[in-house]
């Protein structure tokens, strides 16, 4: 499948519009949370090369790490700490075009450099955050806000 998902000399755009249906099919019929999520950060992964993809599910009262590609990552975050815990505090997605200026940055890898959290809903609360690191500063935008969001939408 992999050779399907990079798509040379396509926008943004247009990536997440050939990914989106590819994802929603390897979806289809799995009901486990955990095998969506790995499916889900491989095909991201696979696609856009961006330095860390994964989510945190909430267990409790904090975020847990789940499925991810990608470097070494912190296991437990506390709401409203970091990127991660403030996306699944606010209950929306954020961007970070330099860590170093979000204040409380979490430091999992000094090579991150820019990131989107977007919580996942189900039943009107949030029950993980998809992270996405880059190791470029000012890595995300909109494009990745329109689209990242449609995709955690597919993921309750």
Same mark, same amino acid.
């Given at each position: 499948?992999?050779?399907?998902?990079?798509?040379?000399?396509?926008?943004?755009?247009?990536?997440?519009?050939?990914?989106?249906?590819?994802?929603?099919?390897?979806?289809?019929?799995?009901?486990?949370?955990?095998?969506?999520?790995?499916?889900?950060?491989?095909?991201?992964?696979?696609?856009?090369?961006?330095?860390?993809?994964?989510?945190? #599910?909430?267990?409790?009262?904090? /975020?847990?790490?789940?499925?991810?590609?990608?470097?070494?990552?912190?296991?437990?975050?506390?709401?409203? #700490?970091?990127?991660?815990?403030?996306?699944?505090?606010?209950? #929306?997605?954020?961007?970070?075009?330099?860590?170093?200026?979000?204040?409380?940055?979490?430091?999992?890898?000094?090579?991150?450099?820019?990131?989107?959290?977007?919580?996942?809903?189900?039943?009107?609360?949030?029950?993980?955050? /998809?992270?996405?690191?880059?190791?470029?500063?000012?890595?995300?935008?909109?494009?990745?806000? /329109?689209?990242?969001? #449609?995709?955690?939408?597919? /993921?309750?």
């Amino acid at each position: 499948m992999s050779e399907h998902l990079i798509i040379s000399g396509a926008t943004k755009a247009e990536r997440y519009a050939t990914l989106l249906p590819q994802i929603e099919a390897v979806l289809e019929g799995e009901t486990d949370d955990v095998a969506r999520m790995a499916n889900v950060a491989a095909c991201l992964w696979e696609t856009f090369r961006f330095w860390w993809v994964g989510f945190y #599910r909430v267990i409790d009262d904090e /975020l847990v790490l789940g499925p991810f590609q990608g470097p070494l990552a912190c296991m437990r975050i506390r709401r409203g #700490r970091g990127v991660c815990g403030t996306a699944w505090a606010e209950e #929306r997605t954020i961007i970070v075009p330099d860590v170093e200026q979000f204040p409380g940055h979490i430091a999992c890898s000094s090579a991150s450099r820019s990131e989107i959290v977007v919580p996942i809903f189900k039943d009107g609360k949030v029950t993980a955050v /998809l992270d996405i690191d880059s190791e470029h500063l000012a890595t995300f935008d909109e494009v990745d806000q /329109l689209w990242l969001e #449609r995709l955690c939408a597919m /993921l309750p």
